[in-house]
């Protein structure tokens, strides 16, 4: 398996353009998660779903912010517009059912810059 | 609500000096506790983790790690570190009604030759 997949790699945009990330997570994992990892506030948890329903997305900042999942192996993170505090490198990672049945694993990561 | 607390922020040893990485959590039933290490540009790897049972687990890259419950820790060691070992590390506590993970804000573990 290649582990979980996301692209792009790095994303440099403009304040107020629509952003869009994208995941891939590992074939059988029926969780997904988002983080955000900033250098001020470490690694957030934004979001996240289990067998295709997010759960709880208590962590998305704003209404700025959707994730959607519309099947098992392809996830977006959607920022719309955005701006110069969503700098930051967005993790996504997927599990086994249950923490008990395996770790995380996490892709590696996009790195996005809001100019 | 679950919450991790790892109080140094960055750490510097000399190659062969021993580690030991502080993390405290906050949970009111017995916690799921990892210890996760991310190396520069890329994501985080799982080291070790404990669930129940002993409480010295032994994880990869000669890494172990001991839960203390009395003192609500889980602080991750190694007896030697290696060059390589410079990155950054990650405590991060669940449960086992879900699959959320929360994270510590790290420890960026420099290593001298």
């Known amino acids: 398996d290649a582990g979980v997949i996301q692209s792009p790699r790095h994303e440099v945009t403009e304040m107020g353009q629509e952003v869009t990330l994208r995941c891939k997570p590992i074939?059988?994992?029926?969780?997904l998660f988002w983080y955000r990892q900033t250098m001020m506030r470490g690694l957030e948890l934004l979001i996240y779903?289990?067998?295709?329903?997010?759960?709880?997305d208590s962590g998305m900042p704003e209404d700025r912010f959707s994730a959607k999942m519309p099947n098992a192996s392809f996830s977006t993170l959607k920022i719309q517009p955005s701006e110069p505090r969503d700098s930051a490198v967005y993790f996504c990672?997927?599990?086994?059912?249950?923490?008990?049945?395996?770790?995380?694993?996490f892709g590696p990561g996009t790195r996005l810059t809001v100019l | 609500a679950q919450s991790v607390t790892q109080p140094d922020i960055h750490i510097t040893v000399s190659e062969g000096a021993s580690l030991e990485l502080r993390c405290n959590y906050s949970?009111?039933?017995?916690?799921?506790l990892f210890w996760y290490v991310q190396s520069p540009g890329q994501g985080l790897q799982l080291l070790l983790k404990?669930?129940?049972?002993?409480?010295l687990v032994q994880g990869i890259k000669g890494f172990e790690a001991e839960f203390k419950r009395s003192q609500s820790s889980f602080n991750l060691r190694k007896p030697s570190v290696h060059w390589s070992d410079a990155a950054e590390y990650f405590c991060?506590?669940?449960?086992?009604?879900?699959?959320?993970?929360?994270f510590g804000t790290g420890t960026r573990l420099q290593v001298f030759p």
């Open positions: 404990y669930f129940s049972g002993d409480t």
């Open positions: 779903f289990n067998n295709n329903v997010p759960i709880d």
């Open positions: 949970y009111g039933a017995t916690p799921y």
């Open positions: 074939s059988g994992h029926n969780s």
């Open positions: 990672a997927s599990i086994q059912p249950g923490l008990a049945g395996g770790p995380y694993f």
């Open positions: 991060a506590v669940g449960a086992s009604n879900t699959d959320k993970l929360i």
